[in-house]
């Protein structure tokens, strides 16, 4: 590649030349193929699409937070993003190419100075996009769960930064985000709301910095993507493909893992389906074990949120006036609107499952998490964790030696308990997915309940033991689930299992589960159990703390 010098004159000298250029380069694509090619713009780029092959410009702009106006800073961040973006699709991302020629007569490639720098990928089609996916309605729970894995795996194999992520430049960030916005809507209705944001930022953060600062020193800050929304996924092969990831500020994907996360749930929340934002949040916490993130999650919401409140706002700016410019501020309100609400959003609760090995609580209890926003802890992928086992590997010693010994059960409830303490704590309903066959399990968490003074619930699953070990031989057919009970486990458990008392039968709502488990995870089948949290809710006070008491 050439060395980066630039011919005295030639390179664009600001942003609507190099806006010409951009065009005049399409242009020439388009003749040279004979097929059409299209030029795409967002705030800081321009992205030329040829069918085959995509070419991502840097816009010569200072927004405060990037700096792209000089031609070395240009080259600088396109290798930057080549090898950022590599970690994510390797297979998408080619090399960087120089733009050579005049603004006016630009060309791709040659040995002449370039005028400027371009990322050459390969192209998917952009109807792919995650985005325009969702719009179609066409996105699976299965892709939302292998996004989620994805996203967990990245994660983990991310360069750890405990230098990064210092939460006092986290709140720098996130106090710019509302000067620039004051600076764009001056309604005052929109400076009240800014307003009201602003106070919470700054209470939460004041809240949340000291764990923040925990999580530094555990390991939790890692080299991540920095602008995880639907529009940076796209669905490649069947499957899940991220890319352009951050690459213009180490300070904005050197973050804590969970301001990753954010940026997801926030923008499926922004797009109407808070449900594939509960799933997503759920599977990416099932895989990580991250649960202690939940409490500096919102901050992290509200703040993706007002991120794409000053994006809107400044691509408002860039075009000026007329109707797209207007639709960009109304795009804008709507993003401040999700802040409150999201800021807003507290309604904690624990619901623990009830049943035999078979009967569908897990399949099930998804229509709860999908509904309620629950964050669901199954044992059975504790009980895998604590043998530093993935939930679908087989237990390596035996089931009976190991992973359902009564020590072992014992450890893994009171695991749990623990995890709920933190999660209810954090302000978000805990759904324990376990067997709870015994009345000292249940009894821990109704006490849990009690005494955090949140409404409580047993989901109880009756379902014929000819029906239970049919699933189980299925389950064991497929080797898939992160359950290794078998019949055997099965037969333990018909036999020595506590039954609901009367007390207990007080606080339990019977779910028939002899159906097809993929109708069983159905929101709408968990209407009961919401309106049963609901009542407790509004009386200000749970049936079980009121019994306790």
């Known amino acids: 590649m050439n ?8 390179q664009p000298t600001d942003l609507a030349a190099q806006s010409r250029m951009a065009e005049a380069l399409r242009r020439s694509l388009e003749a040279a193929s004979g097929e059409p090619a299209q030029l795409l713009e967002t705030h800081i780029s321009f992205v030329l699409l040829t069918g085959r092959f995509a070419y991502k410009i840097k816009k010569a702009v200072d927004l405060g937070f990037l700096d792209f106006r000089t031609l070395p800073s240009r080259r600088y961040y396109c290798e930057e993003e080549l ?7 390797p297979e998408l991302y080619l090399e960087v190419v120089p733009v050579s020629g005049t603004t006016e007569a630009p060309i791709l490639g040659g040995d002449a100075p370039p005028i400027d720098y371009a990322v050459k990928m390969r192209e998917f089609a952009q109807d792919a996009l995650a985005s325009r996916l969702l719009s179609r309605n066409a996105i699976t729970p299965a892709f939302v769960d292998e996004l989620a894995l994805r996203v967990a795996a990245v994660h983990g194999a991310a360069r750890v930064d405990a230098g990064g992520g210092d939460p006092r430049v986290v709140l720098r960030y996130a106090l710019r985000n509302f000067e620039r916005l004051r600076a764009a809507l001056g309604d005052p209705s929109d400076v ?3 307003d009201v944001l602003e106070a919470w930022t700054r209470r939460e953060y004041d809240a949340v910095a000291p764990l923040q600062n925990e999580r530094r020193e555990g ?6 993507h920095g602008d995880l929304h639907l529009g940076n996924i796209a669905e490649v092969g069947g ?3 991220i890319f352009d990831c951050i690459e213009f500020s180490e300070d904005l994907r050197t973050i804590d893992v969970m301001s990753d996360v954010a940026f997801l749930d926030m923008d499926f929340r922004d797009r109407g389906r808070p449900d594939l934002a509960n799933r997503f949040r759920n599977a990416y916490l099932e895989a990580t074990g991250d649960y202690e993130g939940l409490r500096v ?3 992290y919401v509200v703040y993706r949120a007002m991120v794409r409140a000053m994006v ?9 006036s007329g109707v797209a410019a207007e639709g960009a501020l109304a795009e804008s309100r709507e993003y401040l609107a999700l802040a409150r609400a999201c800021a807003a959003e507290r309604e904690p609760a624990i619901v623990v499952t009830h049943g035999f090995s078979g009967c569908g609580k897990t399949v099930s209890s998804m229509g709860l998490v999908q509904r309620l926003g629950a964050i669901r802890i199954r044992t059975d992928v504790e009980r895998k964790r604590l043998h530093n086992l993935r939930p679908t590997d087989r237990d390596p010693a035996g089931l009976a030696s190991s992973m359902y010994s009564d020590d072992v059960t014992r450890w893994v409830y009171l695991r749990t308990h623990a995890l709920t303490r933190a999660i209810v704590g954090a302000g978000y309903p805990v759904i324990l997915d376990g067997a709870f066959l015994k009345r000292w399990q249940r009894r821990l968490f109704h006490d849990l309940a009690a005494e955090l003074g949140v409404p409580f619930a047993i989901v109880s699953f009756d379902v ?6 049919a699933r189980i031989a299925a389950r064991a057919a497929q080797g898939r689930d992160a359950s290794d009970a078998d019949l055997s486990v099965l037969d333990v458990q018909l036999s020595s299992h506590d039954p609901l008392d009367g007390e207990e039968k007080s606080w339990a709502v019977r779910m028939d589960n002899d159906t097809s488990l993929a109708a069983a995870q159905s929101p709408e089948r968990w209407a009961g159990v919401v309106e049963r949290l609901a009542c407790q809710r509004s009386e200000g006070v749970s049936a079980g703390a009121r019994r306790a008491g």
């Open 83 to 89: 090898r950022l973006n590599r970690r994510f699709a």
């Open 239 to 241: 499957h899940p493909l």
């Open 464 to 469: 014929p033991q000819a029906t239970l070990r």
């Open 3 to 10: 060395d980066g010098a630039v011919a005295p004159g030639a």
């Open 219 to 224: 390991g939790r800050v890692r080299e991540c």
């Open 312 to 320: 809107a706002c400044e691509r408002a700016r860039q075009m000026g």
């Open 297 to 299: 999650l919102r901050f």
């Open 192 to 194: 009240a709301a800014m």
